[in-house]
């Protein structure tokens, strides 16, 4: 069963006025099976979180580790942390003219899996997860992310979600910009990834309404930097009540 | 002569010649021209002792061998200097096309007759005059009224090269060009190509330039009647120390006419250059005319350079539209972080990136033998650097 287990993570970016440090000693465990969700205000470092544990190169990890199944995260580089089993959806994916999405994700499927998927097996798998997010069969000829709306561009990562089936995926603000719908078939489609108990959930967001549709076994409060409270979903609840003024001092909801 | 002008800015970020366009010195006597200092507008981008004496009036010691393959369609001739068909599409803008045009011995003329479709691609193969030799040629493809064709011209070999080439298109007729530029690495290439494009007539023009010490094309599109468009499309591949410089003009002279251009390049290792200059005049008369032209360059590796000038004049208001766009930079890491965090291994994912990059133009490239070579010599460039 997989672990991702980050201890002490301190995390700085380097800004016109030297590097800054964002994440201030994050200590989280994962387990196959568990969703969590990270909630904080903006700026509080949650992003920083899931780009540092991607390997995003802006992001300089300064101490303390990530491990995945006893793995050293951090001496991956970033497609290695993906063909390990993990996975980023993205806040804000990325286009790559010219590539078109069929193209990317088969390519994506080949390095992840260690070989081709057989192409008559392969075109059926991937109609059938595009079916199940509602998206277009069109898209499939369309360059990666290029003049997507931002609700095509979420159900496109958890279309990669699907198809990649990693041991841990970390979902950064995947509800951000999207309707009621829209939201829906996301949050399905990640309760479909969910569904086989053995991989894990990290999933992190300002809001709650996403925790309606996809329930954390845990809620963790983010704020300055690092974890300042972890609770049950209940916790969830009580954050939509009352803000997170009392971890930050200023009124910002968290509820819709 | 051909003035050196000092260019500024306007607000849109082209950048409007003091002199126009429009008054350019243009003649088929090589005499009419100074020698050019390289100091002049148009000169001033290419490394002038790199010509080899192509502006100082250096004489032929070769020649370069012209192969031409072409279905029955198609007529192919070797005419003498002074063949009053030679000229018709355009006239020397510059003091190496003009030298070019007074030095030729013989021309290859390919004519597809009216209201006939080429039922194959033409091939015409020019294989420079070897290491050390210089050569000058002329090539013309006439289209007559409501021809179609598709001409590849495939430059290889050694040696320096100046030549003009011309597309005289009657009204009607559509003409695709591909003209591909794999010199070996000591060539200097210098070609001018003209273009005459007659009422509804449709010219599709594409050069790839991947290789040569220096290669410098210039294509210019005339307008003869109205209703005709053009594409100008461009793909090339710098390496260390290559100097590749395309310079388009549009000439909207005629109302209703369209022009699109749209070049791309990559550049990788020490002193890789390119320039681009993009000129687009819109006259008085050309009233209904839209344009636009775009350059976009990746710069693979440190130690590259490219420069890109879009120049847009506008001599009259009653457009259907004009526009440009620039652009050159990096390798952009954003693009390849999220290939790599979906499993991808950094290699791969730069060649996807370059590949997505040059993906538009070898799509408008309609002879499938030529756009799969270009896509194996993308990759072998791509290979030879390890990105």
């Known amino acids: ?79 290695e942390r993906a063909r390990a089993g993990l996975f980023l959806a993205m806040q804000y994916p990325v286009e790559v003219p010219g590539v078109s999405m069929s193209n990317f994700l088969r390519t994506a499927a080949t390095a992840v899996r260690g070989e081709a998927p057989k192409l008559r097996t392969w075109v059926k798998e991937v109609k059938a997860a595009m079916s199940e997010l509602e998206i277009d069969p069109a898209f499939a000829e369309r360059s990666v992310n290029e003049g997507f709306s931002g609700g095509e561009k979420k159900r496109h990562e958890i279309l990669q979600l699907a198809l990649l089936s990693p041991k841990i995926a970390i979902l950064d603000e995947t509800d951000s910009g999207l309707d009621v719908d829209a939201l829906r078939v996301v949050s399905d489609g990640v309760n479909r990834f969910k569904a086989s108990g053995e991989t894990g959930v990290l999933l992190i967001t300002h809001y709650t309404r996403i925790l309606r549709h996809i329930t954390p076994d845990f809620v963790h409060v983010f704020a300055g930097g690092r974890i300042v409270e972890s609770g049950g979903s209940e916790l969830a609840n009580v954050l939509e009540a009352e803000g997170y003024v009392k971890y930050t001092g200023s009124q910002e909801a968290a509820g819709v | 002569m051909t003035a050196a002008v000092e260019k500024q800015s306007h607000s849109h970020g082209a950048v409007v010649p003091e002199s126009s366009r429009a008054e350019w010195f243009t003649s088929f006597d090589v005499n009419a021209f100074e020698v050019p200092s390289g100091r002049e507008e148009i000169w001033r981008f ?93 090539l013309q493809v006439r289209a007559e009224r409501f021809a179609e064709a598709v001409v590849v011209l495939d430059h290889r070999g050694s040696g320096v090269y100046a030549d003009n080439v011309e597309f005289v298109l009657a009204d009607g007729a559509k003409l695709t060009v591909v003209s591909i530029q794999d ?98 005049l819109i006259r008085a008369a050309a009233e209904g005319t839209q344009t636009y032209e775009l350059n976009r360059n990746l710069l693979l590796t440190d130690g590259a350079r490219a420069d890109s000038v879009p120049n847009l004049e506008i001599e009259t208001g009653e457009i259907a539209g004009a526009g440009h766009a620039s652009a050159t930079g990096r390798f952009d890491d954003e693009q390849l972080f999220y290939l790599q965090a979906r499993g991808i291994p950094e290699d791969q994912a730069r060649r996807l990136v370059v590949r997505g990059f040059f993906h538009e133009l070898l799509m408008k490239i309609q002879v499938p033998e030529v756009r799969e070579r270009l896509e194996a010599a993308i990759e072998a460039e791509l290979e030879a650097v390890g990105v």
């Open chain 1, 1 to 79: 069963m997989a672990t991702l287990e980050i201890k002490d993570l301190h995390v700085s970016v380097a800004t016109d006025d030297g590097a800054k440090e964002i994440l201030k000693g994050v200590d989280l465990t994962v387990r196959a099976g568990e969703t969590h969700a990270i909630m904080g205000p903006n700026g509080s470092g949650k992003s920083t979180l899931s780009y540092a544990v991607a390997g995003h190169p802006k992001y300089e990890v300064t101490s303390g580790s990530v491990t995945l199944d006893g793995d050293d995260v951090l001496a991956m580089s970033v497609d």
């Open chain 2, 46 to 138: 290419t490394p002038m002792k790199r010509l080899a004496g192509l502006h100082t009036g250096v004489e032929a010691t070769g020649s370069a061998t012209v192969e031409v393959d072409a279905p029955a369609e198609v007529t192919v001739e070797t005419v003498e200097r002074g063949d009053s068909r030679l000229g018709a599409a355009g006239v020397p803008a510059d003091r190496v096309a003009a030298q070019a045009f007074s030095s030729f011995t013989a021309a290859t003329v390919l004519t597809v007759a009216k209201e006939t479709k080429a039922s194959a691609p033409v091939l015409v193969t020019v294989t420079g005059p070897g290491a050390g030799q210089v050569a000058y040629g002329h």
């Open chain 2, 183 to 280: 010199w070996a690495d000591d060539a200097v290439h210098v070609s001018a190509q003209h273009a005459s494009i007659g009422r509804d007539a449709l010219l599709r023009h594409t050069v790839v330039t991947l290789g040569g010490d220096l290669v410098r094309v210039s294509p210019t599109a005339a307008f003869a009647d109205k209703g005709a468009e053009v594409e100008l499309n461009g793909l090339y591949f710098a390496d260390a120390g290559q100097h590749f410089e395309h310079r388009t003009f549009v000439d909207h002279s005629q109302a209703n006419c369209t022009s699109n251009v749209v070049y791309k390049g990559a550049l990788q290792g020490n002193d890789a250059h390119t320039v681009w200059i993009g000129d687009v």
